[in-house]
């Protein structure tokens, strides 16, 4: 039986990532009085917020890699999908402040702004190692495996030299975020398609696509973004959606206002010449394929002897999204749920960003 002293005594404990879920996990972790360390991957907070357009020359287009070079999926132009009021803490308001942008669905430089303000105002920045990327975290096997004793290894490694760091920690936070590796269909011939072929997480600008056909594969709220934005530079557009019946009524009168915006089902062949041929059997030539198909959850630094597993896209067996029956209180996750948008901000933001009148 665990003493009073004994289980309320302070603990040492690694979270990884300083994103959004990340700071407010340490933040709260310190308030109760425990020791904090957050290891931080890039050179600053913010996570997928920290927006990367230098390093995304040296990734693989598809990003097949397990461990990324690039964490931020943001392109140059993205806005939220949810108005402010609803994206900040409890305790910390998203409000506006003059000199900013004070946009109600406000542009990715605003986020990044706010968790600054965040990380100085409750004096986060101490706690952070930067520039730290976690190899390795697996239970330390003296202890067995139960949630109250159990203790963890991690191995971090420094960006800029070849020094690994080893600990032993009483808990493991992963906060590392869920828009980071890419998820890719299977698509008869994609492997042999001789032209361009990338993913969103790299895309950052139009500009590269000027005068090429490019097809945008997915509709949801970051393949419509980025298909709009090609139409300015692109000879043509063609968005591919699994369902054609998801596209909203204001949507339809975006891509009416656009002759070189198309709309099509799934893709079901591509040919080695530059063909894609459509499941309803029409085709075109494209320069370039961008899929915008999504992000898989990987973790993988993490050794849990299989006990944590991803299978149909979900990460378990969590109870809440966030313990483990087995390995908590002492390895928990924070923010693994994909909280998809309600249909009423998605609307609100079309009128904002694009003037389309829905009514």
Sequence with gaps: MVSETNQYQSKNVCVIGAGPAGLVAAREIRKEGHKVIVLEQNHDIGGQW?????NIEGEDPLGRNPFLKVHSSIYNSLRTQ???EVMGFTDFPFSTKK?????????HVEILMYLKDFCEWFGLREMIRFNTRVNYVGMLDDYGVCGNNLKWIVRSKEKNSDKVVEEVF????VATGHYCQPKLPSIKGMD??????MHSHIYRTPEPFHNEVVVVVGNSFSGQDIAIELVGVAKEVHISSRSLDTITEGFSKVISKHETLHLHPQIDTLEEDGRVIFMDGSCIKADTILYCTGYSYSFPFLDTKGMVVIEDDRVGPLYEHTFHPLLSPSLTFIGIPKKVINLKSAI????DVYNINTL
Excluded at 50 to 54: F, N, S
Excluded at 170 to 173: C, F, G, H, P, R
Excluded at 192 to 197: D, L, V
């Design 348 to 351: 609100e933001k079309l009128v």
């Design 170 to 173: 009483d808990a493991v936070v």
């Design 82 to 84: 949810s108005p402010r």
């Design 99 to 107: 000199g900013r942008d004070m946009r109600r669905f406000p542009g």
């Design 50 to 54: 920290l927006y990367d357009d230098k």
């Design 192 to 197: 042999t398609w001789k032209r361009k072929q």
